[in-house]
């Protein structure tokens, strides 16, 4: 592989990044909440790259946040800095990030309970430094989070500023019940009741004595179509919008044009009498997120809304017409199609490299980071 190398001599399945896309979703992101006077700390979840960080921070290399260790210590090794590790205290990892607190200026972690506050505890930072805590809100996602209407999460709250060694940073919600949303309406009236749930619940700490400065929600549907209550906030995290995907498109989040990142498949196989193409993209090259249940199958096929990705094993993909029958001289063996996964951070994962490209010209690779 060279630089200024067309993406169609690649060998496939491979993960491609369009440079100018990816720039302008970062771009619109903040001038978004620029506008807003609302602090983006972007998630690196999605792409777990420094080159991605870069451009999304504008390389401060300041105010981001992760889902894992792995990507914790990467960036922090990149000089990156104010990491919240956005993921409820994991008690095996404890030392991990006692030791990228003591390490950085602000390494933040997040809690949802009583015991992983007292985790914290026991863990003394050293050099006078406090744990930076976010209490983790549930307003209605239904994954992590104490429930802001619930007298622990108030008693959670307090107990967090009576502890000594221990900082209440902001409380924190997750709006993933935005991915049940169709269409922008849908989208606003989850983020508005996020935002209300959560500004409610800050309001309710400042009435008990309890000093929070900062208030965050995030989903990349919630952020693409921000309501204007959300001006009150004080941080949002959204992670996918670099990327786009066809969930994405879906739910209203953003047009195919936006989306920056496609898998590029060859054709390997023509089956008549089963009225079938098959593909060298498998799930390891893109995920089984999608369940098949989109009108497409598995993902959507760029240019060609007639056709389905119906079926996935290790290393093939099935595809068949949506109706009638395929003409395979449209497709012979050997040409490519260009598909967009369903949902990028899961596809991204299955890859080890991004060719990231210029007008289908190879202008650079990505190495993400793994693991936990």
Known sequence: ??????????HTPVFTVDLQTFKRNVSQMNQRFKAMGVK?????????????ADIMTGRTRRCIEVSTLAEAHFYADAGYDDILYA???????????????ERLEMFHVLIDSQAALEELSKRRLKADKSWLVWLKVDCG??????????????ELAKNITRTEGVELVGVYAHCGNNYYS????????????????????????????VKCPNSSIGS?????????????????????YVFYDAQQMGIGSCTMEDVAVRVLTRVVGHYPHRNELLIDCGWTALSLHSLGKLPTGYAVIEGHPDLKLTAMSQEHGHIQPVSGEIDFKRFPLGSILFIIPYHACATA?????????????????WKPTRGW
């Open 141 to 154: 996602n239904g994954r992590a989070g104490v429930r802001s209407e619930d007298p622990e999460s108030m």
């Open 349 to 365: 994962a299955m890859h080890s490299a991004y060719y990231v490209h210029s007008d289908g010209k190879v202008v650079d690779v």
């Open 220 to 240: 990349t549907p919630s952020c693409s179509h921000p309501v204007a209550e959300m001006a009150k906030l004080t941080e949002v995290h959204p992670g996918n």
């Open 1 to 10: 592989m060279s630089f200024g190398q067309s993406l169609t001599t690649l």
């Open 87 to 101: 993921y409820p205290l994991p008690f095996d990892k404890v030392e991990d990030c006692a030791a990228l607190s």
């Open 40 to 52: 983006l700390r972007p998630h690196m979840k999605t792409h777990k790259t420094v080159q991605g």
């Open 182 to 209: 169709k269409g922008v309406q849908e989208i606003q009236a989850v983020a508005k009741a996020t935002t209300n749930a959560i500004l409610d619940f800050v309001d309710r700490l400042k009435e008990a004595g």
